[in-house]
């Protein structure tokens, strides 16, 4: 080897390749809040293979969670040092998150209108409650059990509706919390990273969600009532406490479902109780008047007989209510409260564990409830 080799074999050692360009380093980011992820990789030769599951592998992206972005595949290259004429390869590609449900109200209403009804519904004496909540879909380290518990929820309502003798009233009731949102003015900026699903996508999955078991009682069924309220974690906030009572996920979708059924027969059996400033609606099922709030007004669960009594004595309309109904505190609860039966839902999501930090429920228990009503009367209580 000459004299002149060994210089540039010992300088292209020292020196190494060029770096690439600024904002060109290899690693990848991933931006919960928008949805994307963009990578950037290096390669010593052109022969780069662009396919979706390997690089996407590399980014530690599940390839059914993500995708990459059409025309998003960018190329480039630079020129070793010390003249050894050798080319570095880099290439950037952008992932975006796929939906898990309909991203569209369109589209769900073409669902609707494509399903095929059942022609008998019954119309026994009697009726049940389906109460749920607490889904707050898009937590981290969640989705694939909330989607798949919602998707089993509808089935596993009508096996206890079955098992009650087939009533022919039931009342929908969903209690809030129903996503988990992505807003900082919630918890603070880790709410940013504490959530997998957009604002958007996870209103999509509430919606198609809460239409499927609103769909399922109505092919019961010849009466049905929906009533929503608002939890906390559905708020839209411009601060950590400001935030109007209306402006909340929890109920807009459930007011999208309600715009669905819009002049269809199938659903002309369907009412619907979603409050617009309220935080409480009352319905009647049954000749039961069942009160539904979510809880976080409440103060604490030791606090929710002094909380309704003020209800009654301003003769809100929940102060009234014979069956309370709550969410918030993501533990199965009943008692009675004077002469009315409160019941809490258990959440439906795959655990809390900061709730089960400061609070000690909240673990690993997910499930939603069903209430037998016969004339007035509270009947069996379900966990199902």
């Known amino acids: 080897m000459s004299a002149a080799e060994e210089f540039t074999r010992l300088s292209a050692h020292r020196n190494g390749p060029d770096r690439p ?3 060109w380093e290899p690693g990848h980011i991933v931006d919960h809040r928008s949805g994307e992820a963009t990578f950037t990789g290096l390669a010593t030769t052109e022969a780069i293979d662009p396919d979706e599951a390997t690089i996407l592998a590399e980014m530690r992206l599940d390839p059914g969670e993500w995708a990459i972005k059409p025309g998003s595949l960018q190329v480039r290259k630079w020129q070793q040092k010390a003249g050894s004429g050798e080319w570095c390869w880099y290439y950037r590609i952008t992932a975006v998150r796929r939906s898990k449900a309909f991203g569209d109200l369109d589209d769900l209403i073409a669902g609707l209108r494509r399903r095929k009804r059942s022609t008998k519904l019954s119309a026994a004496p009697g009726g049940q409650v ?3 909540s607490d889904w707050q879909v898009g937590k981290a380290g969640t ?7 919602l998707g089993e929820l509808p089935g596993r309502f009508e096996e206890s509706w079955r098992r009650a003798g087939k009533p022919g009233e039931i009342l929908v009731a969903f209690g809030g919390d129903l996503v988990e949102s992505c807003s900082p003015n919630h918890y603070g900026a880790q709410q940013l990273y504490s959530v997998e699903m957009t604002d958007r996508d996870q209103r999509a999955v509430v919606r198609e969600a809460a239409m499927s078991i609103i769909d399922k ?4 069924v010849e009466t049905v009532t929906v009533a929503a309220v608002p939890g906390n974690h559905g708020e839209n906030r411009q601060g950590k406490r400001d935030h109007i009572v209306g402006d909340n996920v929890d109920v807009a979708a459930i007011d999208d479902c309600r715009w669905a059924c819009l002049d269809l027969d199938a659903y002309a059996g369907v009412s619907w109780a979603v409050p ?8 009647e099922i049954d000749e039961l008047r069942v009160g539904l709030f979510h809880g976080h007004q409440v103060g604490g669960q030791g606090k929710a007989q002094a909380w309704h009594d003020k209800q009654a004595g301003n003769h809100r309309p929940i102060g009234a209510a014979d069956l309370l109904i709550s969410g918030h505190f993501h533990s199965y609860r009943c008692e009675w409260l004077g002469p009315r039966t409160w019941v809490q839902c258990p959440s439906e999501d795959a655990g809390s564990p900061q709730y089960a930090e400061t609070a000690g429920p909240g673990a690993r228990r997910s499930g939603s409830v069903t209430i037998d009503v016969d004339a007035g ?5 379900r966990i199902v």
């Open 377 to 381: 009367t509270v009947g069996d209580i």
């Open 276 to 283: 617009g400033d309220d935080l409480t609606v009352c319905v």
């Open 217 to 220: 009682a109505a092919t019961l």
């Open 21 to 23: 360009p600024p904002g």
């Open 143 to 149: 989705i694939e059990h909330v989607l798949d518990t």
């Open 130 to 132: 389906w109460a749920t």
